[in-house]
């Protein structure tokens, strides 16, 4: 396997890496597998496959994981994980029924009463609502830093506040959303590993479902896990809602443990269909970037438009930080675009109201462009303060950018915004 792994590149493996058609009646395909349960051989496999579920011994060198029963592992399950390890070039994964199943088990796996989290503001709503509502509920407390702030400043709150020996983990969103502010995950890595010691890990936790898993590989820039929403570009068709944890053998070991008994794991169908996502994965994310260009300079241009937040437009002397960050950690602009229109509310939504081939709806990274109001919408929740410094205005949409050709989407964003 690992020669096959050397050898191919990612896209040229989503077909048939980890699948053995012999052991499925020669289908081409990996089937579906439907069951809850799996037939042992005999008593002794059974045994056997129990032994390496619940550790009881160490796994022989080239022997596979027994099929036991699908809350454990499900061969949909565990090709699909196969497979999303090579976009990271990952140990291990592990794949969940949403992203949020897949935040949370990381959360409360590495996480203790006592503990503290670091994060990278704004943060996904249900991230946020979960560490403020939830975590805190077990006695995990959490601490802020802006998208924004440089390392030093990172390590200035930390100080700060003197919980440098109760620091868990950092956990960041780059890039933030939906401004596509960047956060430096080597910095993160640097300010982890000085309140790091031998017995008390700093886990650097990255959200990489805006660029992932085609462009930004947090782990190759010391991250310990990546998580993501698999409904957006890994899924890519607004049609399943699931996730993914990706790290070495030893941090997957322990949220699949956890995963086993909160019984959150994938079912076989979003298995399948993201084994079925995964096969395009590159060809969309590529033309979605494309699209992007093309559509966030004619809106550069536009007179109604203000400013545009879209990466491909850094440049070293108006932002110098984020420019560096840009060319070391990712290796497209994405597909996400951000831009104020002259005016407020009001003309935001005479342009959202007016799209007609752009869909307004929340969500990103489909093969369908979609729109939305930030404001009002995804980050209803965050105070006026915080949307103010984060530049979350009311003339602030936001547009994920599909596979349609860029010249229907340039002519929609025209006559939507000459109705404004
Ligand atoms: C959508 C999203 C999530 C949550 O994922 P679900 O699949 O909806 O549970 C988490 N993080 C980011 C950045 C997202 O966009």
């Known amino acids: 396997m690992s020669d096959t792994k050397s050898?191919?590149?990612?896209?040229?493996?989503?077909?048939?890496?980890?699948?053995?058609?012999?052991?499925?009646?020669?289908?081409?395909?990996?089937?579906?597998?439907?069951?809850?349960?799996?037939?042992?051989?005999?008593?002794?496999?059974?045994?056997?496959?129990?032994?390496?579920?619940?550790?009881?011994?160490?796994?022989?060198?080239?022997?596979?994981?027994?099929?036991?029963?699908?809350?454990?592992?499900?061969?949909?399950?565990?090709?699909?994980?196969?497979?999303?390890?090579?976009?990271?070039?990952?140990?291990?994964?592990?794949?969940?029924?949403?992203?949020?199943?897949?935040?949370?088990?990381?959360?409360?796996?590495?996480?203790?009463?006592?503990?503290?989290?670091?994060?990278?503001?704004?943060?996904?709503?249900?991230?946020?609502?979960?560490?403020?509502?939830?975590?805190?509920?077990?006695?995990?407390?959490?601490?802020?830093?802006?998208?924004?702030?440089?390392?030093?400043?990172?390590?200035?709150?930390?100080?700060?506040?003197?919980?440098?020996?109760?620091?868990?983990?950092?956990?960041?969103?780059?890039?933030?959303?939906?401004?596509?502010?960047?956060?430096?995950?080597?910095?993160?890595?640097?300010?982890?590993?000085?309140?790091?010691?031998?017995?008390?890990?700093?886990?650097?936790?990255?959200?990489?479902?805006?660029?992932?898993?085609?462009?930004?590989?947090?782990?190759?820039?010391?991250?310990?896990?990546?998580?993501?929403?698999?409904?957006?570009?890994?899924?890519?068709?607004?049609?399943?809602?699931?996730?993914?944890?990706?790290?070495?053998?030893?941090?997957i070991t322990r949220v699949k443990t956890l995963r086993t008994f909160l019984g959150n794991m994938a079912g076989p169908w979003t298995g399948w269909l993201l084994m079925r996502s995964l096969e395009t994965l590159k060809v969309r994310m590529t033309q979605q970037a494309e699209n992007a260009a093309e559509v966030a300079k004619f809106l550069r241009d536009h007179p109604k438009v203000q400013t545009v937040h879209y990466l491909g437009f850094l440049n070293e002397k108006d932002s110098p930080d984020n420019y560096r960050i840009f060319k070391r950690q990712l290796s497209s602009a994405g597909a996400m675009i951000s831009f104020d229109i002259k005016g407020g509310e009001k003309e935001s939504f005479r342009f959202l109201n007016g799209l007609k081939l752009i869909k307004l709806a929340v969500s990103l990274g489909s093969t369908e462009s979609l729109a939305e109001h930030p404001s009002s919408m995804t980050h209803s929740d965050v105070t006026p303060d915080d949307k103010a410094l984060y530049g979350i205005s009311d003339s602030l949409v936001r547009i994920s950018i599909g596979v349609e050709h860029s010249d229907d989407l340039i002519s929609d964003c025209s006559q939507a915004l000459d109705l404004v």
């Open 7 to 251: 050898k191919f590149r990612p896209e040229s493996l989503m077909m048939s890496y980890g699948y053995k058609p012999e052991l499925s009646q020669g289908a081409i395909k990996c089937p579906i597998f439907q069951t809850s349960t799996f037939v042992f051989e005999n008593a002794e496999a059974g045994k056997s496959f129990f032994e390496l579920a619940y550790g009881l011994r160490e796994k022989d060198a080239d022997e596979e994981m027994g099929l036991i029963y699908s809350r454990l592992n499900n061969p949909d399950l565990e090709i699909l994980e196969n497979r999303l390890c090579l976009w990271d070039e990952a140990e291990a994964c592990a794949v969940f029924e949403s992203g949020m199943s897949a935040i949370s088990t990381v959360m409360m796996e590495f996480l203790n009463p006592g503990d503290y989290i670091l994060y990278s503001n704004p943060l996904y709503g249900g991230t946020y609502h979960f560490v403020k509502n939830v975590l805190s509920r077990f006695g995990i407390h959490a601490l802020a830093f802006h998208a924004h702030e440089p390392e030093d400043k990172i390590a200035e709150i930390i100080e700060e506040h003197g919980i440098g020996d109760k620091l868990k983990m950092i956990y960041i969103e780059t890039p933030a959303n939906p401004t596509n502010q960047l956060v430096d995950i080597r910095a993160c890595r640097s300010v982890a590993d000085k309140y790091a010691t031998d017995d008390k890990p700093v886990y650097l936790t990255v959200d990489n479902t805006y660029m992932g898993p085609l462009w930004q590989h947090p782990l190759q820039h010391g991250a310990d896990i990546i998580v993501y929403s698999a409904t957006k570009y890994i899924g890519g068709h607004s049609d399943v809602i699931a996730g993914a944890v990706l790290g070495n053998a030893e941090v």
